[in-house]
Structure formats: structure tokens, C-alpha cells
């Protein structure tokens, strides 16, 4: 006979209700931790899951497919340079962002390049060219989650870098203070080809990176007369390969200083 079998029927019942009930109790908690967000009233939707609606871009590229935004490059019309999908609605400074993407190259190329621009500025408004802040992600197992400065001072920090940047002389000086741990690990909670959740929170001159739930950068930006304070939010599409990249659940809040 068991330990289970010699309890009686008042004690066997009391031990069952409570173990179950702690169960449901774990799962409401995890359910309530996960869609905090979605029913923050501060976090406001930018993309109305049916259009294109306050984005504008290369119709040729960008369209909605299923209820996501869908950005795709052909190999028999190649595109010359990087482009975007703005965001036409307001600029950003201070704020937390949340989105989901999913990246997936072409007849098995192994490419994909991507990332959403914030405080940034149009540089070519005729071919929808982007310049600024990027929180960069890819097919690869390289970039993902990096901060890459897109037409001016290139890689601010790379994956899983804590760093300060500071002005030498007129030139850009990255400093690494710090680490957030090893990229291959960081990779490792990136799903290829399926939905990830990317978060982006920019306050003041510090900004951080977030792939499911792992920080993947931290900067300080010292560099006054090139550190961004505000601008306009974009998404891109990389030039080269054939790729496609998809967005969904775009939300945003401010943050108060």
C-alpha cells in the first residue's frame, strides 16, 4: 500500500484540492505576467492589424498578409539600397517599445537582414532611405539585438555589450564596461523562422535591447552633438538577398522622465 493509499478520504481530498489549486493559481500568475502589456493602457498600437495605416513605404515591398505587416525583396527585381516602411504618425523620444518579428530567407539563401530604426530621420524621402538608431536583427546567428547606428557611426555595441560612447576629438570611441553575456547564448533564445518578441527602451541618453525576455545591449550614449534625443520610428528591408520579414504587435508608451 501506498503513502497515497493509507491517507483517508478527508485527507486525500484536502491534499488534492490544494495542489491543484496551487497549479491553477501558477498558471493564472503566468498568464497575468504575460499579457501585462497587452492590457497596459499606457502602451498604445501603431499598426491596426488590416493596413498599412499611418506607415508609408515602397508599395512593391511592404503590404499586409494575415494580419501582420509583410516586407518582401524578389531576386528578379532586386532592390539598389536599403529602404523602409515609416512610421508616419509623431516622432518618439523617451519611450518603451514592444514588437514581434519573424525574418526567414529565400530558396534556403541564408539571408535576412532587418530592424526598426527609432530617433531617427529620413535621409532620401524618395526611396524611403532612414538614418539613425537601429535595434538590428537578421536571419544569421550574428547581429541580432545589436544597437547599429544605420548611415552615420555604424556598431554602437554589439551583442551582449554594456557600452559608453564617448566623443574623441570629433571621432566616435565605443567603450565596452561591461558584458550582458555571451552572444552564442543570447542566440540561443532567438528562434529562427518563428515569431520572437523584440523590446526597445530608450530614456535619455541610455538605451537597451530585449530578444524573449534577454537583454541583448545596454549603451550610453555621451556623444552629445550625435546621440539622438527624438525622431521618427521605421521599419527595413535590407538590400541584397531575397528575404522576407514580418512585424506584428506594434505597441508603444511613453516613458515620463
Do not use: C
Request: hydrophobic content about 35%; charged content about 25%; overall charge neutral.
Amino acid at each position: 500500500m501506498t503513502a497515497e493509499q493509507r491517507l483517508t478520504p478527508y485527507t486525500f481530498m484536502k491534499k488534492f484540492f490544494f495542489s491543484h489549486s496551487m497549479a491553477l493559481l501558477g498558471a493564472i500568475a503566468l498568464t497575468l505576467s504575460t499579457t501585462t502589456k497587452a492590457a497596459d493602457g499606457d502602451f498604445k498600437p501603431l499598426f491596426d492589424g488590416k493596413s498599412l495605416s499611418g506607415w508609408d513605404g515602397n508599395k512593391e515591398l511592404w503590404s499586409v498578409k494575415d494580419g501582420v505587416i509583410h516586407g518582401e525583396t524578389m531576386a528578379e527585381k532586386p532592390i539598389k539600397g536599403n529602404t523602409f516602411l515609416i512610421w508616419t504618425n509623431g516622432t518618439v523620444a523617451d519611450f518603451e517599445l514592444h514588437f514581434t518579428y519573424r525574418i526567414m530567407d529565400k530558396d534556403n539563401k541564408g539571408f535576412g537582414n532587418s530592424g526598426i530604426q527609432y530617433r531617427s530621420k529620413v535621409v532620401d524621402p524618395a526611396n524611403w532611405v532612414v538614418g539613425g538608431y537601429q535595434a538590428d536583427f537578421e536571419f544569421g546567428k550574428t547581429y541580432s539585438g545589436i544597437l547599429y547606428e544605420e548611415r552615420f557611426r555604424g556598431i554602437l555595441a554589439q551583442r551582449g555589450q554594456k557600452t559608453v560612447i564617448k566623443d574623441d576629438g570629433g571621432k566616435t570611441k565605443v567603450e565596452v564596461v561591461g558584458s550582458l553575456g555571451k552572444s552564442e547564448d543570447i542566440q540561443a533564445v532567438i528562434k529562427p523562422r518563428e515569431w520572437n518578441d523584440y523590446v526597445v527602451i530608450a530614456k535619455g541618453n541610455h538605451l537597451q535591447h530585449f530578444i524573449n525576455g534577454q537583454q541583448t545591449i545596454d549603451v550610453t550614449d555621451e556623444q552629445p552633438d550625435k546621440a539622438a534625443k527624438s525622431g521618427i520610428l521605421a521599419l527595413q528591408i535590407h538590400a541584397g538577398q531575397p528575404m522576407i520579414v514580418e512585424f506584428k504587435e506594434i505597441n508603444i508608451k511613453t516613458i515620463s522622465k
